[in-house]
């Protein structure tokens, strides 16, 4: 049983952008609040984005102050995928992400993003 598939990432210069994808199965998508999360080589799991279960508003979208303005958080329940359309991209964002669904506790198995010159 397949739950969070990750695609996308790779190699960008500073300044570049990246987009990664999260696709869902097994589970109701659409219930749940997701999230991405990066871990950089010795550094603990950080929250990076999230975004809430569609309601009478929409969608509520948090980022990380490290992260704002700068990476966009969607959600597309009809495909049962989530993307991180990330932009100016810094060497400090350089990590290995993962997308995550809160109430089931499944993780994507991440996905490699390099920012160097």
């Known amino acids: 049983q397949t739950h969070l598939v990750q695609s996308g990432g790779g190699r960008v210069q500073p300044g570049g952008s990246l987009r990664l994808v999260c696709t869902a199965s097994?589970?109701?998508?659409?219930?749940?609040?997701m999230s991405w999360y990066r871990q950089a080589p010795g550094k603990e799991r950080e929250l990076v984005a999230s975004i809430s279960r569609f309601g009478p508003s929409g969608t509520i979208k948090q980022y990380s102050d490290s992260v704002k303005g700068r990476f966009t958080v969607s959600r597309d329940d009809a495909r049962k995928t989530m993307s991180l359309q990330m932009n100016s991209l810094k060497p400090e964002d350089t990590a290995m992400y993962y997308c995550h669904a809160a109430s089931p506790n499944y993780w994507g198995q991440g996905t490699p993003v390099t920012v160097s010159s």
């Open positions: 097994g589970f109701t998508f659409s219930n749940y609040a």
